[in-house]
């Protein structure tokens, strides 16, 4: 089910990202969910709420990395 603000996303995301990372993981995530509403349009038998949640954090790593226990914006 998409995310309508960053207080709705999973302790997951808001305990661990910044807020940027988790603005990238909320919009990947809600563009995601609707990408991939059908389920051929998904790999193997990944539900839609897992396939969303795998692109909403391969978005944030694409601009963060996990140093130690934090995440930090990647070097450009």
Do not use: C, F
Request: hydrophobic share 25%; aromatic share 10%.
């Amino acid at each position: 089910m998409p995310y309508d603000k960053l207080s709705d996303l999973p302790d997951s995301v808001t305990d661990n990202l910044p807020k940027h990372a988790q603005e990238i993981y909320k919009e990947a995530y809600n563009s995601a969910w609707e990408q991939y509403k059908d389920p051929e349009d998904r790999r193997g038998d990944a539900s839609r709420e897992e396939t969303a949640h795998q692109v909403a954090w391969s978005a944030v790593k694409n601009k963060y990395e996990k140093k130690g226990d934090k995440w930090v914006a990647k070097d450009k």
